[in-house]
T-cell receptor, first 112, second 114 residues
Framework: DAGVIQSPRHEVTEMGQEVTLRCKPI?????LFWYRQTMMRGLELLIY????????DSGMPEDRFSAKMPNASFSTLKIQPSEPRDSAVYFC??????????FGPGTRLTVT | AQSVTQLDSQVPVFEEAPVELRCNYS??????LFWYVQYPNQGLQLLLK??????LVKGINGFEAEFNKSQTSFHLRKPSVHISDTAEYFC????????????FGQGTELSVKP
């Protein structure tokens, strides 16, 4: 298996633009997690899904953030409109029956 | 609510010296425990995990950790570190209510000097 795949790896955009981050989970994994990592706040859980259904989105900062999982092979995290304070590394992670999470390489987002 | 405390934000150590990274958790129920490592500009990678059984858990790259239920600790150790062990290390605990969710500590930056 290729592991968790995230795209793009780097994204630079201007304030106010829409940003879409993508994640392809490991085949067979039922859980998918979106995290954000910054120097100031560390690693934060934004939202997670179980069997494509959002379970807990309490970590989503505000309405500008939305996440979807239309099928077991794909998830997106969207920011609209983006702001400079959204600059961070965004990770997608997936897990199966055990709690062991497998992380993707991350998307480094810079909003200018 | 569960929480994880990593007692040291930074740990500098010389090459070939032993190291211990400390982790304490709070939980009223049985938990699963994990240590992850993050190398610069990479995602997190699982080092080791405790689910049940022996309280001494061995992981990759020569690391091990001991689960101590009475002290609610899960400290990570390595008898002799290498320059390549320089990274950020995260302790995590399962959230039994959260189904699959992990609670992460704030991380410990291990810096190995020659």
């Amino acid at each position: 298996d290729a592991g968790v795949i995230q795209s793009p790896r780097h994204e630079v955009t201007e304030m106010g633009q829409e940003v879409t981050l993508r994640c392809k989970p490991i085949s067979g994994h039922d859980y998918l997690f979106w995290y954000r990592q910054t120097m100031m706040r560390g690693l934060e859980l934004l939202i997670y899904f179980n069997n494509n259904v959002p379970i807990d989105d309490s970590g989503m900062p505000e309405d500008r953030f939305s996440a979807k999982m239309p099928n077991a092979s794909f998830s997106t995290l969207k920011i609209q409109p983006s702001e400079p304070r959204d600059s961070a590394v965004y990770f997608c992670a997936t897990s199966g029956l055990s709690y062991e999470q497998y992380f993707g390489p991350g998307t480094r987002l810079t909003v200018t | 609510a569960q929480s994880v405390t990593q007692l040291d934000s930074q740990v500098p150590v010389f090459e070939e010296a032993p190291v211990e990274l400390r982790c304490n958790y709070s939980s009223s129920v049985s938990v699963y425990l994990f240590w992850y490592v993050q190398y610069p500009n990479q995602g997190l990678q699982l080092l080791l995990k405790y689910l049940s059984g022996s309280t001494l858990v061995k992981g990759i790259n020569g690391f091990e950790a001991e689960f101590n239920k009475s002290q609610t600790s899960f400290h990570l150790r390595k008898p002799s570190v290498h320059i390549s062990d320089t990274a950020e290390y995260f302790c995590a605990v399962s959230d039994p209510v959260g189904g699959g969710k992990l609670i992460f500590g704030q991380g410990t930056e291990l810096s190995v000097k020659p």
